[in-house]
């Protein structure tokens, strides 16, 4: 059935009301439950119990007043028969317990102890019906309080006694009782969301576990494992949770082996195929021309290979968390110059700050080059080739900047390039359109992660167009003086500026 204009309005209406409830947390929406809960329970008990007790209240002040009328004009009756009976003083001599105000009509004459409670103040149908001969209560409205009146005709001596009393008394008390049924309803409400807050703290611990063992996983630590719970209703998430751990564990494990064991196995031929290249270019004149070209295609070929393999295996070492570091205290700046040198044949400008030339850092020499290596070579893929290195100061961090001009990363392809075996995507321009393996920016992340740094890369700064990667590693100790000589290829910053 077709959805109509006005139903899908209510449906966008009901989903835009639902959602920020959706928004919060699962704590909160627990202690929200509990709360809303406690409150309406506590509201309908607060209704019930204010209720029955105004109604008791009500039926028992109404009975009494009954009952006092009654008396008091069975006292008039017997007192208005002598002779010499004065209506104002057996008026006066009347007991009225509750309050009440006393009227007398007697032989045509209304006799009241206060003149604001006189005939008028009576409703006017309460007044015919006793004067008729019928006894009868109302209940009115007299200013701004409630009032009970009660009327007992007495016609044997022509007469008819009325009665009235103010529920101001009794107002008062269910005013006191809603107060206080108002400041329990809130007690309540409060108790029952410190009561949520409590029960999701001690239900959603195990979930909270599970999530911080994700992240553990996330981030490598495959071993790790949440604790068993003794909750029938949580342990087979948990030992669910614990089954898929252990899967990815075996399933990681079984693909670095093989990973590893064929970067082995193809070493061995890949060294043999490397000797019979060289064997044949040492004889590359008595080729003719098309077999030094095919020669050549082979050599390239087998140069890509060798590197592959070798990237491999590195990366086999880092998940089989074989991976160690040999530490050297080294110059930053003078590491970098050299590793961009050997990198790009001294073609690549380096510039230095004047106050990072002397950090020193505390570094794997190998891995470091490489990352240079890595780095260069991926501009020169993907960027037009590397226009400018430079090494800067950031608080307690030295940064190694790598600068292109090709089409720049987008912001979608910023994390993703770093992953194995991707490339970024072909709206990048010619970034992604290489013959590269995947593997040498994501060997550049795990080589600056284990030295305790970060990489990352942005826009130019100058504003145009490009990438510009960046390694940030921290300094051991900062030195004020810069290096004295660092080779032909530094430029220092202060002389590229002007």
Same mark, same amino acid.
């Given at each position: 059935?077709?959805? $109509? ?30 709360? @809303? ?5 506590s509201v309908l008990l607060s209704l019930v119990a204010y209720g029955l007790v105004r109604t008791n209240l009500v039926s028992q002040r109404e009975r009494s007043a009954i009952g006092q009328a009654y008396l ?7 007192? #208005? ?16 317990? !509750? ?15 206060? %003149?604001?409670?006189?005939?008028? *103040? ?8 006793? @004067? &008729? &001969? ?27 006694y009325f009665e009235s009393s103010s529920f101001s008394e009794l107002q008062s008390t269910l005013n006191a009782l809603a107060i206080s049924l108002t400041i329990t309803a809130i007690v309540t409400t409060l ?20 999530? $911080?063992?994700?992240?553990? %996983? ?34 990681? =494990? ?13 070493? *061995? ?12 270019? *040492?004889?590359? =004149? ?10 050549? #295609? ?7 290979? $060798?590197?592959?393999?070798?990237? #491999?295996? =590195?990366? *086999? ?118 013959? &590269?393996?995947?593997? !040498? ?21 100058? !504003? ?10 921290? %300094?051991? $100790? ?7 000589? @660092? ?9 590229? =500026?002007?």
């Amino acid at each position: 059935m077709p959805t $109509t204009p006005l139903r899908r309005r209510r449906h966008l209406r009901g989903t835009a009301t639902a959602r920020p409830y959706r928004r919060l947390g699962l704590r909160a929406r627990f202690t929200i439950a509990f709360g @809303l809960g406690s409150f309406v329970i506590s509201v309908l008990l607060s209704l019930v119990a204010y209720g029955l007790v105004r109604t008791n209240l009500v039926s028992q002040r109404e009975r009494s007043a009954i009952g006092q009328a009654y008396l008091n004009a069975s006292a008039l009756r017997n007192g #208005l028969r002598s002779a010499d009976a004065n209506a104002k003083d057996l008026l006066d001599s009347l007991q009225t317990p !509750g309050g009440g105000r006393p009227l007398l009509y007697y032989k045509g004459e209304w006799f009241a102890l206060e %003149i604001t409670h006189g005939r008028d *103040s009576l409703p006017v149908e309460l007044r015919n019906t006793v @004067l &008729g &001969g019928t006894p009868a209560r109302m209940r009115y409205s007299l200013g701004n309080e409630t009032s009970l009146a009660v009327g007992v005709p007495i016609p044997l001596i022509d007469a008819a006694y009325f009665e009235s009393s103010s529920f101001s008394e009794l107002q008062s008390t269910l005013n006191a009782l809603a107060i206080s049924l108002t400041i329990t309803a809130i007690v309540t409400t409060l108790a029952g969301a410190l009561l949520g807050t409590t029960a999701s703290r001690r239900v959603l611990r195990p979930l909270a576990e599970i999530s $911080t063992a994700a992240q553990a %996983i996330s981030g490598g630590r495959l071993d790790t494992r949440v604790a068993l719970v003794s909750d029938p209703d949580l342990a087979g998430f948990v030992n669910s949770f614990n089954d898929m751990a252990r899967f990815l564990q075996e399933r990681f =494990e079984r693909d670095a082996r093989f990973a590893s064991d064929i970067s082995h196995e193809l070493r *061995s031929p890949l060294t043999t195929l490397s000797a019979s290249v060289e064997v044949l270019q *040492s004889r590359r =004149e008595e080729l003719t021309e098309r077999g030094q070209a095919v020669l050549d #295609l082979l050599a390239a070929d087998v140069t890509r290979f $060798t590197m592959m393999v070798e990237d #491999l295996l =590195e990366i *086999s070492r880092f998940d089989a968390g074989a991976a160690r570091l040999d530490l050297t205290e080294v110059r930053i700046g003078e590491l970098v110059v050299h590793a961009v040198s050997a990198a790009s044949s001294g073609t690549t400008p380096v510039s230095v700050e004047s106050n990072a030339a002397g950090a020193i850092v505390q570094v794997d020499k190998r891995r470091l080059m490489q990352v240079m290596a890595n780095l260069i070579q991926n501009a020169a893929h993907y960027g037009g080739g590397a226009t400018e290195v430079s090494v800067e100061l950031a608080d307690d961090q030295v940064r190694i900047c790598v600068q292109d001009e090709g089409g720049g990363v987008p912001a979608i392809d910023r994390e993703r390039i770093f992953e194995r075996f991707a490339r970024g995507s072909v709206a990048s321009g010619r970034r992604g359109a290489g013959e &590269g393996t995947g593997l !040498g920016l994501a060997l550049v992340r795990e080589h600056v992660n284990l030295h305790g740094g970060r990489v990352w890369v942005e826009d130019r700064l100058d !504003g145009l167009p490009g990438a510009r990667f960046v390694v940030e590693l921290p %300094i051991v $100790t900062p030195q004020a003086e810069p290096e004295e000589d @660092l080779g032909p290829a530094a430029v220092p910053a202060v002389e590229v =500026e002007s």
